[in-house]
């Protein structure tokens, strides 16, 4: 025969987590984050090493770390105007991580993990004649409203299409080896591409929908040894 029901709750019945157990959890655990949708707009400004605009370029943005980012397929092709502008709108799941502000060694001491908003981004452009997805990962940080952007990386198709090669630094030379056969055994002082400026915030007008903004600049022609 089984016993009594414990105190406070029918024989059963689990036990039922308060709104503030279930806020604390999400806050503390970053894979109880509850998903949605997340209404978003892209700027993209596309430039030379000079600063000048590069019109009439074909590139893909892939948004989110969710799915599968590396496939060929994946995201949306768009092509820059006479200002080398590119732009999209529509809704992403939004995403969010446990991290730490960090600007200075006292930051690192005194600051506490939060809770943020984060987003990886992927664009891929052709360098050397091969495209390569350069990645980079944006966080907002509410309590201080400011953005940052970090972890940026480079990859190149394999054998499959997926872009899982990447670049490796040779500190010794200072220059990157690329995973392409035409630069085999050759080092490369730039891989290309790099995000001079990236951020992600909530809008002006509309704290629902996030801005995203990308300055992307291109290398001058790569110095080959």
Wanted: proline fraction near 7%.
């Amino acid at each position: 025969m089984a016993g009594p029901a414990p105190h406070g709750r029918a024989a059963g019945r689990p036990p039922v987590m308060t709104r503030r157990a279930a806020l604390l959890l999400a806050a503390l655990w970053p894979g109880f984050a509850r998903a949605e949708d997340r209404a978003l707009e892209l700027q993209l400004q596309l430039e030379d090493h000079e600063r000048r605009p590069l019109a009439g370029e074909a590139l893909r943005v892939v948004l989110g770390n969710g799915g599968d980012w590396r496939a060929p397929g994946a995201g949306y092709p768009l092509r820059t105007d006479a200002q080398g502008r590119a732009g999209w709108t529509g809704t992403v799941p939004r995403e969010t991580r446990i991290k730490r502000w960090v600007s200075n060694y006292v930051d690192t001491l005194l600051s506490l993990p939060q809770r943020v908003d984060w987003i990886q981004v992927g664009v891929e452009l052709p360098f050397l004649g091969t495209p390569c997805l350069y990645t980079t990962e944006l966080d907002w940080f509410a309590d201080r409203s400011t953005g940052v952007h970090s972890t940026a990386g480079a990859w190149w198709a394999d054998e499959r299409g997926r872009f899982t090669r990447g670049a490796e630094w040779v500190e010794a030379s200072r220059g990157w080896r690329l995973p392409l056969a035409a630069t085999q055994g050759l080092l490369s002082t730039t891989l290309g591409h790099e995000f001079a400026h990236a951020s992600l915030m909530p809008a002006d007008d509309a704290p629902s929908r996030w801005q995203l903004k990308l300055q992307i600049r291109r290398a001058a022609a790569p110095v080959r040894r």
